[in-house]
């Protein structure tokens, strides 16, 4: 008896991806679990950071300071920039501590700087 290979005339390269031979159905929820579970494993590396904790610098600077303030301050060493993957972060109690401490210092130089303008109009 002779052996007849049908595949071998017939034959589709098999990919992880391709099989003609899986019902469309197989093939979506597949597809589905696939995209879910890269769609999970990215949410987790990017909520790896506490953002209760941590802030990124995007959300400091528009927000609650111009970006040549927030970076001085950076430069002098008044707030510290932390490093996770290829972006950067703040420390919230850290930076709104000094921020606030800025702001009070600055609060009280424009006083001091309006109470001596009050003065020499007052001369």
Do not use: W
């Not at 159905?25 to 995209?35: D, G, N």
């Not at 959300?59 to 002098?76: A, E, G, L």
């Amino acid at each position: 008896m002779d052996f007849v290979d049908y595949n071998r005339h017939t034959h589709i390269p098999q990919s992880p991806m391709t099989n003609p031979f899986e019902s469309l159905e197989h093939k979506l929820a597949r597809i589905e679990t696939l995209l879910e579970s890269r769609f999970i494993e990215k949410t987790e590396k990017k909520d790896a950071i506490d953002h209760t904790l941590f802030m990124p610098v995007q959300d400091v600077y528009p927000r609650y300071c111009s970006r040549q303030t927030f970076y001085n301050h950076v430069k002098n060493g008044m707030i510290k920039l932390y490093k996770f993957g290829n972006r950067s972060f703040v420390k919230r109690d850290e930076f709104f501590a000094t921020f606030k401490e800025v702001k009070v210092a600055q609060s009280l130089s424009n006083l001091k700087t309006h109470k001596t303008k009050e003065a020499h109009i007052a001369q």
